[in-house]
């Protein structure tokens, strides 16, 4: 989150605050990441990341996680990842 909440903003700007919020029940964990920064999607003709190379940050939240909600809104980012727990 502080990479790319940070990434090309103007050096005066305002600090980017990051908030991790991790909740539990007996059945489910869910951790949430929410940031004040700007969402900037991945290009849409952007081919899938190579072995070695960066880039794959939310295939690995969905590979690990059974939802994943991605929640961009002009005030910063919001992510939210839950995995339902086996008894």
Do not use: C, N
Not at 4 to 11: D, L, N, V
Not at 26 to 31: A, D, E, F, K
Not at 37 to 45: K, V
């Amino acid at each position: 989150a502080y990479e790319h909440a940070t990434a090309g903003q103007p050096a005066d700007a305002a600090p980017v605050q990051i908030t991790l919020t991790a909740r539990t029940t007996r059945t489910m964990v869910q951790l949430t990441v929410a940031d004040t920064g700007s969402w900037r999607p991945p290009p849409a003709d952007r081919e899938p990341p190579s072995p070695g190379t960066r880039g794959h940050g939310i295939i690995f939240m969905h590979a690990l996680m059974d939802d994943v909600t991605i929640a961009p809104s002009p005030h910063g980012t919001t992510v939210t990842m839950t995995k339902e727990l086996k008894p």
